[in-house]
């Protein structure tokens, strides 16, 4: 099982995540006391920080309604498999800012206005064959507008016989996020708690993938920027690499390498390890391929439906269509 949850961690996370940070407990107690939160770690790496890019003006690189699907495959000699299929979808500005399945209450204010992001991650294959286990993972997560950050985060699980609900609830007043799990197979169960404090502009892991593609990136620089994944507040550190032509099926396109520092002690994934994305150098930032590796395997993520839609990578750099759409 350890195996299976480290497959789908990759498959739920670091797909277009982007996010590999230097991991940050809060705990609990240190809010009940009225401390305030602890100081932000080192960076994992020596390198100048990118500025973060939080305003907008309304204009998005990424146009709303743009759907995104990768085939997952593991290899471990002499296996080489597909294990899932994930897929992410911006589906622009949030005129019903409501979750369907939501556990927990959520009252934004009349004049808030969000951004909404889907994503969902389904086992297939080998891995179904192997453990007999069905996955099927829902997300979604609504965003300021104006900034970007997080105001609600949803998970509903299905793994095998585990039916969960699960909310990172952003509060932007008393500056804490609340965890909330319920059991979808024991209604009279009472929910699980965890809060943390929340820092400015934090987000949530499916977020996180939205918010690296907005960035400017810049050889040799690192973004990095707080996210909470389950209660747990991180530090993600991505270090943009060179330019580098990839071969896909749409011919070779002008890619920006990206080292997400996720693996190791303290970090969101504790074992040693390294990634590497690829994503367009256009500004829409489309992530294309993804390795990550560790001493029990390889995890391959590809993009499938670019070979459809070769025209996902704008022609013209300088282009940035609007966000706006219907949910």
């Given at each position: 099982?350890?195996?299976?949850?480290?497959?789908?961690?990759?498959?739920?996370?670091?797909?277009?995540?982007?996010?590999?940070?230097?991991?940050?407990?809060?705990?609990?107690?240190?809010?009940?006391?009225?401390?305030?939160?602890?100081?932000?770690?080192?960076?994992?790496?020596?390198?100048?920080?990118?500025?973060?890019?939080?305003?907008?003006?309304?204009?998005?690189?990424?146009?709303?309604?743009?759907?995104?699907?990768?085939?997952?495959?593991?290899?471990?000699f002499?296996?080489?498999?597909?294990?899932?299929?994930?897929?992410?979808?911006?589906?622009?500005?949030?005129?019903?800012?409501?979750?369907?399945?939501?556990?927990?209450?959520?009252?934004?204010?009349?004049e808030?206005?969000?951004?909404r992001?889907?994503?969902?991650?389904?086992?297939?294959?080998?891995?179904?064959?192997?453990?007999?286990?069905?996955?099927?993972?829902?997300?979604?997560?609504?965003?300021?507008?104006?900034d970007?950050?997080?105001?609600?985060?949803?998970?509903?699980?299905?793994?095998?016989?585990?039916?969960?609900a699960?909310?990172?609830?952003?509060?932007?007043?008393?500056?804490?996020?609340?965890?909330?799990?319920?059991?979808?197979?024991?209604?009279?169960?009472?929910?699980?708690?965890?809060?943390?404090?929340?820092?400015s502009?934090?987000?949530?892991?499916?977020?996180?993938?939205?918010?690296?593609?907005?960035?400017?990136?810049?050889?040799?620089?690192?973004?990095?920027?707080?996210?909470?994944?389950?209660?747990?507040?991180?530090?993600?550190?991505?270090?943009?690499?060179?330019?580098?032509?990839?071969?896909?099926?749409?011919?070779?396109?002008?890619?920006?390498?990206?080292?997400?520092?996720?693996?190791?002690?303290?970090?969101?994934?504790?074992?040693?390890?390294?990634?590497?994305?690829?994503?367009?150098?256009?500004?829409?930032?489309?992530?294309?391929?993804?390795?990550?590796?560790?001493?029990?395997?390889?995890?391959?993520?590809?993009?499938?439906?670019?070979?459809?839609?070769c025209?996902?990578?704008?022609?013209?750099?300088?282009?940035?269509?609007?966000?706006?759409?219907?949910?």
């Amino acid at each position: 099982m350890k195996r299976i949850a480290f497959t789908f961690g990759i498959l739920a996370i670091v797909l277009g995540c982007l996010s590999g940070g230097r991991g940050l407990a809060f705990q609990d107690a240190a809010l009940a006391n009225g401390e305030k939160a602890t100081p932000a770690p080192p960076p994992s790496v020596n390198l100048p920080q990118a500025t973060l890019r939080r305003d907008f003006k309304n204009s998005l690189p990424i146009p709303a309604g743009e759907k995104l699907e990768y085939e997952i495959r593991f290899s471990r000699f002499p296996i080489y498999a597909t294990v899932g299929v994930i897929s992410f979808e911006f589906l622009g500005a949030a005129t019903n800012p409501t979750i369907d399945g939501l556990n927990v209450e959520f009252k934004p204010q009349p004049e808030d206005q969000f951004l909404r992001l889907r994503a969902s991650a389904i086992s297939k294959g080998f891995l179904i064959a192997l453990t007999g286990v069905d996955v099927k993972d829902r997300f979604e997560t609504l965003v300021n507008a104006k900034d970007f950050a997080a105001r609600i985060g949803f998970k509903e699980i299905k793994e095998g016989k585990k039916r969960q609900a699960q909310a990172l609830v952003f509060d932007q007043t008393q500056q804490t996020v609340k965890f909330i799990t319920n059991d979808l197979n024991n209604s009279q169960a009472p929910p699980k708690e965890k809060t943390a404090a929340r820092e400015s502009g934090m987000l949530d892991l499916l977020s996180a993938i939205y918010f690296v593609r907005l960035q400017k990136m810049k050889e040799g620089q690192l973004i990095r920027f707080p996210v909470n994944d389950d209660g747990t507040n991180y530090w993600f550190d991505i270090v943009v690499g060179k330019t580098e032509k990839l071969k896909t099926d749409c011919g070779k396109v002008k890619t920006i390498r990206l080292e997400p520092k996720l693996f190791g002690p303290g970090q969101l994934i504790s074992r040693q390890g390294e990634m590497t994305m690829w994503v367009t150098a256009d500004d829409k930032h489309i992530p294309l391929k993804l390795t990550a590796k560790t001493a029990s395997g390889t995890v391959h993520a590809k993009l499938q439906n670019f070979k459809n839609k070769c025209k996902l990578i704008d022609e013209d750099a300088e282009q940035k269509p609007t966000s706006d759409s219907k949910n």
